[in-house]
Every structure is written in C-alpha cells, then in structure tokens.
Antibody
Framework: QVHLVASGGGLVKPGGSLRLSCAAS????????MTWIRQAPGKGLEWLSFISQRSDDIYHADSVKGRFTISRDNAKNSLYLQMNSLRAEDTAIYYCTTVSQSSIDFWGQGTLVTVSS | DVVMTQSPLSLSVTLGQPASFSCRSSQSLLHRDRNTYLSWFHQRPGQSPRRLIYRVSNRDSGVPDRFSGSGSGTDFTLKISRVEAEDVGVYYC??????????FGGGTKVEIK
C-alpha cells in the first residue's frame, strides 16, 4: 500500500525558510516522477514542482520559481521541498504526490505551512 | 499556460439523483501520442484528494461504477449516476497533456439537499 507522509510544516515568519520532507513507502519510489501540490485555506489545488526519477528533469511553477527547490533522495525514499523567501500567500497545506502517465495517482496526507509575523 | 474552468461552482443534489460536472480547458488536451490526459479527483472535507478517473474515462481501482467520465478536446464531464452521502466534497479536474504543468480546475463543491 502506498504511503506518502509529509512533514516539516509549521509557523514561519515572512522572509523565512522551511524544508518539507516526504517519506515514501509501499512502492518503488525511484521508479516514479514526484510532485508537490499545495492548497491554500479554503482554496483549490496548485501544482508547484515536479522532479523526474533520477532528478534530471525538474520544473517549478512560476509562482515559486527561484524561491522553492524540489529534490529527492532515492536511497532514502524521500522527497524534499526547500522553501525560501516565504510570503503570506505561501500559507497552505503542502502535499507530495506520485505521478504516472501524466496524472497524479497517489497523494500524501499533507503538511500545513503558515507564514505569518 | 493551460487554464481549466469548472462549472458549476457548487451543486446541491438529492440522494439517489444524478449529478454532472463540467470541465473546460483553454487548449485541446489531445496529446500528440493520441491520448487525452484529463483526470478527475474527489476531496472530502479534511482529507487529501483522491483520483477517480484518469485519461478522461478510466476509473481507478475501487471507484464505484456510478462515476463516469467523458469528453474530448476541450470539453469534459464527470457524471455520478446516483449520488450517495459519501460523494460530498469538492471535485477537481486536472490536465496533464501540457506537461509538466499540471493545471487544476477551480473545483465543484457537492452537497446533499
């Protein structure tokens, strides 16, 4: 059974940094593309970042480009999101997901990031 | 960038009655490989989203057959033949054709009358 457990969220001041982690289990992590998706309180879903199986293809949405960096460690079955220069509008639940055939097939439980002074 | 637009924003449905949701994309979702990468997700209150349908009309494992997806090009529809109480929540469509941008619609909220 696929498990994706995101962690590292919390309260941070504007301009601050956080590093989110996602621990994967129940599937062959190194075979999957992975993404981060976020959902602001009461709002819809926003794709943020994508990484290929061997990290040779990485893309970020314009809204986070230059501030957020996705990475992975296949040996540790882990996905990461380094978030810098955080803004109030980055407040959201952050989900890690698997990707196959140009669709998201599994979602983690999400971790809440709150950016506030 | 591809923009996904869903309608209606919300829907109030009587148990046992059908429901239908629309999703439109600003560009055709027909990929050069002849597949159309349009997915539907359901998010119950307080839970993570769960995929129901991929490639327009393929139901995921465990998804009841009362859910069906259809459409082509830029216009897509998700139908529930008979709404049950567990179907409340928000339904999102998502395009994956114009990779790697995975664009979501704004969602349709379903409640029971």
């Amino acid at each position: 059974q696929v498990h994706l457990v995101a962690s590292g969220g919390g309260l941070v001041k504007p301009g601050g940094s956080l590093r989110l982690s996602c621990a994967a289990s129940g599937f062959s992590f190194s075979d999957y593309f992975m993404t981060w998706i976020r959902q602001a309180p009461g709002k819809g879903l926003e794709w943020l970042s994508f990484i290929s199986q061997r990290s040779d293809d990485i893309y970020h949405a314009d809204s986070v480009k230059g501030r957020f960096t996705i990475s992975r460690d296949n040996a540790k079955n882990s996905l990461y999101l380094q978030m810098n220069s955080l803004r109030a509008e980055d407040t959201a639940i952050y989900y890690c997901t698997t990707v196959s055939q140009s669709s998201i097939d599994f979602w983690g439980q999400g971790t809440l990031v709150t950016v506030s002074s | 960038d591809v923009v996904m637009t869903q309608s209606p924003l919300s829907l109030s449905v009587t148990l046992g009655q059908p429901a239908s949701f629309s999703c439109r994309s600003s560009q055709s979702l027909l990929h050069r490989d002849r597949n159309t990468y349009l997915s539907w997700f359901h998010q119950r209150p307080g839970q993570s989203p769960r995929r129901l349908i991929y490639r327009v009309s393929n139901r995921d494992s465990g998804v009841p057959d009362r859910f069906s997806g259809s459409g082509s090009g830029t216009d897509f529809t998700l139908k529930i033949s008979r709404v049950e109480a567990e179907d409340v929540g928000v339904y999102y469509c998502m395009q994956g054709t114009h990779w790697p941008q995975l664009a979501f619609g704004g969602g349709t909220k379903v409640e029971i009358k």
